[in-house]
């Protein structure tokens, strides 16, 4: 068996987050099944634990540094039916964005056999939602939704046998429909609201369950409305930032002057008299609470502070850093090796050699980091838009040594986060000054904190060396990439010999996840370099791409893409291009098509239309999955074509959407998205896979319009002269 | 110095004192309560602050508190009357045209403001108005086919 085969074999991980802060050990569910019913009122609950839920828990990656925590051995999933028929589904994911929300209520509700308006769901709340590793890497849907499924038939299950024990008849013969149940021989029907008064009953999901196909889906499978969404376009919806308890002060954190600065000196006397502010030092920790941001700002202007600061790299030295520092990484299938490079070398008719480099790049979330921490009768309460809410608890827990029983997280609906809030900074910041206060302290980061003191997508550089055969067929592959990250790495592409490998290299800016992780640069990469091989060999892109692909999923959406586009296309002014890319992670798959224009005065690069095709199993809400895939396009278009943190000694130059360009309105084209409806196949995350083609699509446009070949992203942040 | 204001929004007189170079974004937000307009950058480049002031979009973060005072200020939460929402408004509800939605106060709020002055907006029309407004979820197209619905709407209501 190949080490392909052994890979695919095994159970599905998500990516290690590489570049993680390394959470404490979660282990305890601390909520007590009768605290639970005391907390919701009576009714029916049922349990899912991760013994025999499947698709189960998310996994800890083994032999990578993110969680060192076992797998957490408690429950993963609830829900309960009270007694007014309320159905309330438990969970430990966030809301950022991405519409879980509500597709997870329209899986309960269309198994559950009730009105999708009598489901609401509680998310991201450490004391009321049961443990989750943290909302990312496109496992919400996978994960969650089987376990609702699975959740939500046992309820029904139960419900139906309280009925038939009720009317002393089988339970096989009765009918559910919108929470109600009606035995059809004698006319008699109860509704779930009846069923659960005064009981107070629970159960741990059965091993046996019978979940409803994808097919036969009534509720999930449609276009429903955000649930909320109301909430947002009058402006009552409060995200962390807008949340005003009585008593609270506003905190501000003094930042050091660069990455690594210490402190040589320091003196709050005058700040401490002349000030109302409380204010907190604690190591290299500055920062002040007071009735207004503008007074907490005062006191931190009053404080006298020196900093020691070190010598660090800048953008220009980047990519020779990173080259001249990587070392093995030390993942489980790196480096990936099969055949014989030397057989793939000895068959090529053409070879073809090339580097790759992508800068650092900012999540830039329009709500920046923010949180709202308040102390109460020894416990501890954080409201915080994070992606990994049980992971703040336990981070906050340790460092006010209190158990994590006395600690709660909670995440209102975030205003996004892109792989980019998986850290308790601002959660810690407030929760000190809180603490020094006595006061419930709110704390929101600056767009400038945001742009400087948060973590970046890492940079990175790829080599790849290749050959093909005079039938245009790869023969050998060699992708060596230095500090981007393994997501993605692997080649959809059939290829006999080949080698892979990630070098680690010493952290330079804080870098961790983003959307789609190294994906966005390891398909920027491969993609790229697959169309300059189809270049080589004369061969048309599509058609090279097909020739060496055997996957079905694949070629299923490369095909779709390229129909709708028109592919190959054809050029009705000068300099206009076509380019497209493809791809495959996390379970779903992605093809893009690109037309772009460059402006012949000023080289200006302007993305015309793009057609994407994606497939990720069976659609469980068309109109959220659109938004999400239109979305990733969008902000793809930033990370292509434009965006670039600027660093030197320590600072981030550029901290202001004023000098860091994300897409607005005129940078958006023509957008067509395809969406394959797969209902025979398990649902997979869509978050992530749907932005990893657009950066190549569109570098292969320029090229096709241009003649010039861009192996660098952002790919032309000053337009491109051909 | 602290100075005694008064503002007017959403047609409701308020007294601040504030010192006047506090930008009206800190007062509305702090001070009155109105969340509904949010910080996104502090620097006139995101657009998530926008209010009316006198009827015109601004941005409420680039404004001294005490260049508003005396002028009519409208924010998200004063558009909707009588419990109906403004045809915008509800033209972002119809299209689902958010993801996160933490951009779509300052969205509707510039919306309305180029309605106002260009009841009738072409597509570009509109790419020129919302330029100044980010949405990092990438929601343009539905903001866009948001606005043109919601001045068709406008303009059958005026009939």
Redesign the interface.
């Given at each position: 068996m190949s080490n392909h085969a052994a890979r695919s074999k095994e159970k599905f991980v998500p990516e290690p987050e590489r570049f993680e802060f390394r959470a404490a050990p979660i282990h305890k569910f601390e909520l007590a099944r009768r605290d639970f019913f005391h907390l919701l009122g009576a009714g029916i609950a049922i349990f899912a634990s991760s013994k025999n839920a499947s698709g189960a828990q998310e996994l800890a990656p083994q032999s990578k540094s993110f969680h060192k925590e076992d797998l957490p051995e408690d429950i993963s999933a609830w829900l309960h039916i009270g007694e007014d028929g309320v159905v309330t589904g438990f969970t430990g994911k966030a809301e950022?964005?991405?519409?879980i929300r509500t597709s997870l209520a329209q899986t309960i509700a269309d198994e559950l056999h009730v009105l999708f308006e009598s489901v609401r769901m509680v998310t991201a709340d450490t004391t009321l939602s049961p443990f989750d590793a943290g909302t990312f890497g496109s496992r919400s849907t996978p994960t969650m939704t089987p376990q609702f499924r699975r959740v939500a038939a046992a309820a029904r299950q139960l419900l139906v046998a309280e009925a038939a024990k009720q009317w002393n008849v089988a339970p096989t013969g009765l009918v559910v429909t919108d929470a109600k149940i009606t035995d059809p021989a004698s006319g008699r029907s109860a509704r779930y609201a009846e069923l659960a008064k005064g009981k107070t009953l629970s159960q741990v999901l059965p091993a046996e369950d019978h979940t409803t196909p994808a097919a036969q889906w009534t509720i999930a499978g449609k276009e429903i409305?955000?649930v909320n969404?109301?909430t947002?376009?009058?402006?009552?919806?409060?995200?962390t930032?807008?949340l005003?308890p009585p008593g609270m002060l506003?905190g501000k954190v003094l930042r050091p002057p660069s990455f690594g600065a210490t402190i040589a000196s320091y003196d709050d006397g005058a700040a401490k008299t002349h000030s109302g502010a409380v204010i907190v030092r604690d190591g290299d920790f500055i920062g002040a609470a007071a009735p207004?941001?503008?007074e907490a700002q005062e006191a931190l202007n009053a404080i006298k502070v020196t900093w020691k600061e070190v010598p660090q790299i800048s953008n220009r030295e980047l990519f020779s850093y990173l080259k001249k520092n990587g070392v093995p990484g030390s993942a489980k299938h790196n480096p990936i090796k099969e055949g014989s490079l030397e057989d793939g070398y000895s068959h090529a008719a053409h070879r073809l050699d090339a580097a790759y480099t992508v800068e650092y790049i900012a999540h830039?979330?329009?709500?920046?980091r923010a949180a709202l921490a308040q102390w109460g009768e020894g416990k501890l309460t954080v409201w915080t838009g994070t992606q990994r809410p049980f992971a703040v608890r336990d981070e906050l827990a340790a460092v006010v040594h209190l158990p994590e029983s006395s600690v709660r997280v909670i995440v209102p609906?975030?205003?996004?986060a892109?792989g980019g809030k998986h850290t308790s900074d601002a959660a810690l910041e407030a929760t000190r000054l809180a603490r020094a206060s006595g006061h419930p302290v709110k704390l929101?980061w600056?767009?400038e904190e945001e742009f400087t003191w948060a973590y970046f997508r890492p940079a990175g550089l790829i080599e790849v060396k290749s050959a093909i055969d005079v039938d245009g067929k790869l023969t050998a592959w060699e992708f060596d990439n230095y500090h981007a990250g393994m997501s993605g790495i692997d080649t959809p592409y059939v290829v006999a010999n080949q080698r892979i490998e990630y070098h680690a290299v010493p952290l330079l800016l804080r870098s961790g996840s983003y959307r789609g992780l190294a994906a966005t640069a390891n398909h920027f990469a491969r993609e790229t370099h697959i169309d300059a091989l189809a270049r080589v060999a004369q061969i048309d892109p599509l058609a090279f791409r097909l020739k060496n692909l055997s996957d079905i999923r694949m070629r299923a959406v490369l095909e779709a893409a390229a129909k709708s586009f028109g592919w190959p296309g054809r050029k009705s002014q000068k300099g206009r291009g076509f380019g497209l890319a493809i791809g495959n992670e996390k379970g779903s798959y992605v093809a893009t098509c690109a037309e772009i224009a460059v402006d012949q005065q000023s080289g200006a690069v302007k993305v015309v239309r793009i057609v994407e095709a994606f497939e990720c199993g069976a659609i469980i809400n068309p109109?959220g999955l659109r938004?999400?895939v239109?979305?990733?396009?969008?902000?793809g278009l930033g990370g292509a074509l434009f965006e670039v943190i600027q660093f030197e000694n320590g600072k981030i130059t550029n901290p202001?959407?004023?000098n860091y360009r994300?897409?607005?309105?005129?940078d958006?084209p023509e957008?067509e998205a395809i969406l394959i409806d797969r209902k025979d196949l398990a649902s997979a995350g869509a978050g992530e896979t749907p932005i990893m083609a657009i950066a190549p699509a569109i570098g292969n446009a320029i090229f096709d319009a241009t003649s010039v070949r861009l192996n660098t992203l952002p790919l032309a942040p000053k337009g491109v002269k051909a | 110095m602290p100075k005694l204001m008064e503002l007017e929004v959403n047609g409701k007189r308020y007294p601040v004192k504030y010192?006047p170079d506090?930008p009206l974004l800190?007062v509305l937000?702090?001070e009155l309560?109105?969340?509904?307009?949010?910080?996104?950058?502090?620097?006139g480049?995101?657009g998530?602050c926008t209010v009316l002031l006198g009827g015109a979009p601004r941005r409420s973060c680039q404004i001294p508190v005490a260049a508003a005072a005396g002028r009519s200020i409208t924010?998200?939460?004063g558009?909707?009357k009588n419990g109906q929402?403004h045809p915008v408004?509800?033209a972002?509800?119809d299209a689902?045209a958010?993801?996160?939605?933490?951009?779509?106060?300052g969205m509707?709020m510039s919306s309305v403001g180029l309605l106002k002055t260009n009841p009738n907006p072409s597509r570009a029309d509109?790419?020129?108005g919302?330029?100044?407004?980010?949405?990092?979820?990438?929601?343009?197209?539905?903001i866009?086919d948001a606005v043109l619905n919601a001045a068709k709407v406008s303009k059958e209501q005026a009939r």
């Open positions: 950022i964005g991405q519409n409305a955000k969404a109301r947002f376009v009058t402006g009552a919806h409060q995200y930032p807008d005003r506003y207004t941001v503008a830039a979330p329009l709500e920046p609906d975030m205003g996004s892109y929101v600056t767009r109109d938004n999400q239109v979305g990733a396009i969008i902000q202001h959407f004023a994300v897409p607005r309105f005129r958006v957008i | 010192p506090t800190y937000r702090d309560g109105l969340t509904g307009t949010k910080y996104g950058c502090g620097e480049q995101c998530a924010t998200i939460e558009l909707e929402l408004q509800q972002f509800l689902g958010f993801q996160c939605a933490y951009c779509t106060s509707i509109i790419v020129q919302l330029q100044g407004n980010i949405c990092r979820c990438g929601t343009h197209p539905r866009i």
